[in-house]
């Protein structure tokens, strides 16, 4: 590709965003971001604490901010958000604007496989809850970002999830 291109990855929490945009930016020889590590890299703070200390409004104000930095680069890459980032100020907006975004829709069942205990720890939202508590809040969570998720120019689900695919439906976007 010749020209810039900013591939977006978004859904929800444990469905392999960063997993798969690593694996995609380097087929494509792109480079890769994860939006958590640049808000922790600009902040200086892991996400719990930014989240303890100073609390959800200031995080998605942060989070836009460095969502809007990285978008506004004269350069490809690949770059995968939080689950909420797509669902707050305008930001779904944002990335349609400025990338090509895709959305992984993975069922339930499977990210809860995915968040083990170690994972759960590193996401503030579902720390100190069970299996069922877990569950509920994915299922809610499903609920209120369906909308900004649906707004994706790509959307890959179930056995279409692969490095392969993304590249193969990236292509023939890039084509049209």
């Known amino acids: 590709m010749t020209y810039t291109s900013k591939i977006v990855l978004i859904g ?18 792109f480079d890769f971001y994860d939006l958590d590590e640049e808000i922790v890299k600009t902040e200086g703070l892991e996400i719990p604490k930014i989240f303890m200390n100073k609390g959800e409004g200031y995080f ?7 969502l809007q930095d990285l978008l506004s680069v004269d350069r490809s890459f690949v ?3 939080g689950g909420g980032a797509p669902c ?17 829709d993975v069922n339930l069942d499977q990210i809860l ?18 299996t069922g508590e877990i569950i509920l809040k994915l299922q809610n969570l499903l609920t209120d970002r369906g909308a900004f998720y649906d707004k994706a120019k790509i959307k890959l689900s179930g056995d279409d999830i692969s490095t392969e695919h993304l590249i193969s439906e990236l292509m023939s976007y890039f084509k049209s």
């Open 12 to 29: 929800m929490p444990g469905c392999g965003k960063s997993t798969l945009g690593k694996q995609v930016a380097k087929q494509l020889n």
């Open 60 to 66: 998605r104000n942060l989070e836009t901010k460095v």
């Open 79 to 81: 770059l995968s958000t």
């Open 113 to 130: 496989q995915r968040l083990t205990n170690n994972e759960v720890e590193k996401r503030p939202m579902f720390q100190g809850l069970d």
């Open 88 to 104: 707050f100020n305008d930001n779904m907006d944002l990335i349609n604007d400025r990338g090509i975004s895709v959305f992984l």
